[in-house]
């Protein structure tokens, strides 16, 4: 993709907030602030990462902004004898340059030695510079550093070193943010430049939007290092560290101009971008099968094991079976056609490749929940413990032929043998084509007070009062903006009218509640996604940025859940449940007293625990053990499985309303309404009351007409 014509000027140094605590840009602003000043093209340079390199992508291009990928590094070079590091920015021209630049930005966290930081060797660089370009980094970079040491000499060969590695596409960047060092060593710079005939490219750091926002930024470092503001000795940036438009970096540079129109052309010069994928899952057949026929293989030989353990338990008469055959029978074809059709065999035999290898192994696995409990596929392959036919769940809600989506499967492991499981698919399908996802914790509305408050020393007692201020909602998590229009006292506070009981610094406490709201929503670290694994059907490297933890040897994709998914990558949940693990260990200690319990076998119309639970005796009973929930089991006196699922589904927020109705229905206090006759069937077993999101998928098929895949789409 080419720069327009009218382009005078293109930045190569913007960073995101995903330079964490560096940059108070987040990635839409970026976007927005290239728009506004009517450049082209923009490169995202992000320190050490490329967290944000496919959403830049996609936020540039909707803009109709080119993106280029970039990323700051530190290489590792001598100075005076000594181990020391520098900056290199490398910039990717094309796929092989986009490939290298996701190898090298990897190896920064995976491959070499991070105790003092991550970094890159020239040996990395060498093997790895085909379709790179490369930026000097002016003071921070080799060249800089040695002339910075009065090592002239050596800086003119670190020169040489690096124009031999990359040819023309080596570049010498020079920046002007009216800094000391800047000034001591850009006649000695640019004369080497010119020298050894290295072109020149202008750039400044863009790590806020405008100089208003400088004050912000310089509390945003504080944070960082956590020091106060008045710390002396900390890290600061320059006032001059901001977009600048075209014409103020024209003027800037006006005695340069080569160094201007050095950044169109290069801009010129690349034409690669991360792009959205299509999901890709390793082959789990060996070749002398293919993936379709292995599932409808292994669905069948399920259902027949199903079907015969189903007649014993139930005592069903034989002369049924036929039927009942017949139904499930059809229910298995409607279901693999679809999966089938969609391309979804694989994902399917992963899932219940890993399920069976940890029950096979003792691992204890949930029954099955969420909307995959609805196939019964999984049933058969042994993916869930429900029978979704008997309990009346629909496979449409779980994979809808109308909405083509992955399946997504919810699974349960003991929480102490949970790693055992990810072990398993790490061996059998490769330590690089597995890894876990990244997460990132963003300044919040409570946190970022607090932060601003500390380094801007507002008293602590102050502090915590206005974090108080800012009302908690664990679904939804309120921003401080929010906090503040609905909050009388914030709203005095952030007016600088003062707080209610409170003496101190008005002007101090608004510029604090000012502060946190310029910082808030910024990226504050990274962790790692506590359930998603992913498994690729290639080195991973190949497809996506990788992070690593220095505690962990599992490699964890540097894109969030979102991003991740989009680049082609296929999650999988791996959950630890407690609860599992309390069960397995319950179970072992009945063993030490002769009593052996299969959990997968007990009866579900025991009515001694349905009386425990109409008591209130909850307590260790997953999902019952709450003060509310103890008193809507003693009001609702269970004496069957469907009021438990009932109650279980009806205790959340909403739902709870319809409790009353439920007790009341149940025990005649209260006519049942059905609300219209087709739906007496449907909303029979919950007493009217509309309590399923299949039941909302069969209300709209019965009086509207929907097909179950598009009546998902309607509660979708």
């Keep these: 993709m080419e720069g327009k014509v009218t382009d005078k000027f293109i930045h190569f140094r913007a960073q995101s907030s995903y330079s964490m605590l560096e940059s108070a840009i987040k990635i839409n602003q970026l976007t927005e602030l290239t728009k506004r000043n009517e450049m082209s093209a923009i490169c995202l340079a992000d320190r050490g990462n490329l967290f944000a390199s496919l959403e830049f992508a996609l936020a540039a291009t909707k803009e109709k ?35 290298n630049l996701l190898k090298l930005v990897s190896m920064t966290f995976t491959d070499n030695e991070r105790k003092i930081c991550n970094h890159i060797s020239f040996d990395d660089l060498q093997k790895h510079s085909e379709g790179l370009i490369a930026l000097s980094a002016y003071t921070e970079g080799v060249v800089g550093k040695l002339l910075l040491s009065g090592d002239k000499a050596s800086a003119v060969n670190s020169a040489k070193k690096l124009q031999q590695l990359f040819g023309d596409k080596f570049y010498f960047e020079i920046m002007r943010h009216s800094l000391a060092a800047e000034r001591k060593i850009e006649a000695d710079y640019l004369q080497i430049a010119r020298d050894l005939s290295i072109p020149l490219i202008a750039t400044n750091k863009v790590l806020f939007s405008d100089v208003s926002m400088h004050d912000a930024h310089d509390v945003l470092l504080c944070i960082a290092e956590g020091v106060v503001r008045d710390e002396q000795n900390r890290k600061r940036a320059s006032n001059q560290c901001y977009f600048k438009s075209s014409d103020e970096m024209i003027k800037l540079f006006e005695d340069l101009p080569e160094a201007i129109e050095n950044t169109i052309h290069l801009a010129q010069r690349c034409y690669v971008m991360s792009e959205v994928r299509p999901p890709s899952l390793p082959n789990f057949s060996d070749g002398s099968i293919s993936e379709e026929d292995l599932i409808r293989k292994q669905s069948s030989n399920g259902l027949e094991e199903k079907l015969l353990a189903k007649f014993a338990k139930e005592n069903i008469d034989k002369s049924k079976h036929e039927q009942i055959r017949t139904e499930y029978n059809e229910r298995l074809k409607y279901e693999l056609d679809i999966i089938c059709s969609m391309n979804f065999s694989g994902y399917f035999l992963i899932v219940s490749d890993f399920i069976k290898w940890s029950k096979d192994n003792g691992i204890a696995v949930g029954p099955g929940r969420g909307s995959g409990a609805g196939s019964i596929i999984a049933w058969v392959l042994k993916i869930t413990d429900l029978d979704p036919i008997k309990f009346g769940l629909l496979f449409e809600r779980f994979l ?8 997504d499967f919810d699974i349960d492991f003991c929480q102490e043998r949970r790693e055992e499981v990810i072990s398993y698919v790490r061996s059998k399908y490769g330590d690089e084509r597995v890894g876990q996802i990244i997460t990132f914790g963003k300044m919040q509305a409570k946190a970022v007070i607090k932060d601003v408050s500390r380094v801007l020393s507002l008293p602590y007692v102050i502090a915590d009062y206005l974090t108080e201020l800012v009302p908690f909602n664990a679904v939804n998590p309120i921003t401080l903006n929010q906090a ?19 003496d101190g610094d008005n002007e101090l406490i608004k510029q604090v509640l000012s502060t946190a709201l310029t910082l808030e929503g910024l990226q504050r670290h990274a962790s790692t996604h506590a359930a998603g694994v992913v498994i690729a059907n290639q080195d991973m490297t190949n497809l996506v940025p990788i992070y690593q933890d220095m505690n962990s040897e599992m490699l964890i994709v540097q894109y969030s859940m979102k991003y991740c998914e989009l680049s082609g990558l296929v999650k999988f949940d791996f959950l630890g449940l407690q609860t599992l693990t309390v069960i397995t260990k319950t179970l072992k200690l009945l063993e030490y007293e002769g009593i052996k319990i299969d959990i997968d076998t007990i009866p579900f119309d025991d009515q001694k625990t349905f009386s425990m639970l109409a008591n209130g005796v909850s307590t260790g009973v997953f999902q019952f053990e709450s003060v509310g929930m103890k008193s809507s089991l003693k009001k609702l006196g269970p004496d069957n499985l469907d009021d438990i699922i009932a109650l279980g589904a009806l205790y959340r927020p909403g739902p709870m309303d319809n409790i009353p109705t439920y007790i009341a229905c149940k025990h005649g206090l209260q006519e049942v309404d059905y609300l219209h006759p087709l739906l007496e069937p449907t909303l029979k077993p919950t007493y009217g009351v509309i309590i399923y999101q299949e039941q909302v998928m069969e209300i709209a098929r019965l009086l509207s007409g929907y097909s179950l895949g598009g009546s998902d789409l309607l509660r979708r």
């Design 65 to 99: 902004i080119q993106p280029i990928h970039g990323s700051i590094l530190n290489i590792l070079f001598t100075n005076k004898g000594k181990k020391d590091f520098a900056e290199i920015l490398l910039i990717a021209k094309d796929q092989a340059g986009y490939h």
């Design 400 to 407: 809808n032929p109308e909405r083509v989506s992955m399946p």
């Design 484 to 502: 503040i229009t609905d909050v009388v006292e914030l709203r005095g506070a952030a007016k600088g009218k003062g707080l209610y009981n409170i």
